[in-house]
């Protein structure tokens, strides 16, 4: 009997501020995508229910929910061993959420879930600036810092599904607090609250004028635009931010020995204020056999377009399912 093979995935991205959801071919095109707020559905079954919704109506409006093989999601804190995000510290849904499973019995076709770093490094490795590598690490940095090593050619994902955790390694003892609940984590220095926090404090602690004060909003953007215009301020604000990442970076680039660093996320847009201090610590902290050798590269491809990409290399990796057959 001739079966009907399947040539489209759905690739879903969930960021704290909005899900994307496209529909993916085999080619890595992509068909159709939409998204919507995440923060708009703080009970995570009314996100299901919306998303499994949104879903349906862009698959049968572009060619129908049958061509459709699974369904890939990047989510912060995901777990792909057990395809559940696990007490997110950014999201508005707490503890353990089964959502892989919760969207297999809303939509009846299999349904993996991968961490965003997880599944950004797969967008990468297929689609971007880690096509041809076999071991990198990928580290991104927004809301939260999320990092993923590539190894041979394969995601290590570690015993419980959460190896990259770089977020939430401690870089000062009883430092600022996380959103993880405890002190000094990376990521409450070096990912978005940190750096305006760090922001802040120099604010407080200097009286000297700087554009900073002025800001209706003080986040990374309005900070590196306020870098372009020479501000000696906010200047500062990335050295101290880029001198600490490049410093964290060379303890893991000497430990996992990788051909290069791929950065993505809103905040690598800040460009040379963050990363020239950071390659230059780098340089200097990184285990001597590894200096010179590992390039620091930005990811070339958008972020939503990627992580979409990703998600939907997740979904062809995992073993087609359907209650429609």
């Known amino acids: 009997m001739e079966q009907n093979i399947k040539s ?14 496209a529909i993916v071919d085999v080619r890595g095109n992509i ?17 299901v229910s919306v998303l499994s919704e949104k879903v349906i109506m ?3 409006a572009n060619g129908g929910y049958e061509t459709i093989r699974s369904m890939g999601i990047s989510s912060p804190s995901g777990n792909f061993l057990t395809g559940c995000i696990e007490n997110p510290p950014n999201l508005p849904w707490k503890g353990v959420v089964p959502l892989a499973a919760m969207l297999r019995d809303r939509l009846g076709i299999s349904v993996a879930l991968g961490n965003d770093a997880h599944v950004t490094a797969l967008g990468e490795f297929t689609f971007g600036s880690a096509h041809g590598m076999k071991n990198f690490i990928i580290i991104s940095l927004g809301h939260g810092i999320g990092s993923c090593i590539f190894s041979d050619g394969e995601a290590h994902l570690g015993a419980d599904g959460f190896a990259g955790e770089i977020g939430h390694t401690c870089v000062e003892h009883n430092g600022r607090e996380c959103g993880c609940g405890r002190k000094g984590c990376f990521e409450a220095y070096v990912a978005e609250k940190g ?24 986040n990374p953007k309005t900070i590196c635009d306020c870098c372009e215009k020479g501000d000696a301020m906010a200047i500062e604000v990335y050295r101290r931010t880029g001198t600490l990442l490049g410093r964290v970076v060379a303890i893991y680039a000497t430990i996992a020995d990788p051909e290069a660093i791929i950065f993505t996320g809103g905040i690598s847009n800040v460009g040379h204020w963050l990363f020239d201090p950071a390659h230059e610590e780098f340089e200097k902290q990184v285990f001597h056999r590894k200096k010179g050798k590992v390039r620091f590269l930005r990811s070339a491809i958008n972020d939503r377009v990627r992580d979409v990409l990703g998600a939907s290399a997740l979904a062809w990796g995992i073993k087609e399912y359907s209650l429609f057959k």
Do not use: H, W
Request: aromatic share 6%; net charge negative.
């Open 58 to 60: 862009l698959t049968e």
């Open 195 to 218: 750096i305006v926090a760090t922001a802040r404090i120099l604010m407080e602690k200097d009286p000297s004028d700087s554009l900073m004060r002025s800001l209706d909003e003080l």
């Open 8 to 21: 489209r995935v759905l690739g879903v991205d969930i960021s704290v501020k909005s899900t994307t959801y």
């Open 31 to 47: 068909i159709a995508q939409d998204s919507f707020p995440t923060s708009d559905y703080p009970n995570v079954n009314e996100y």
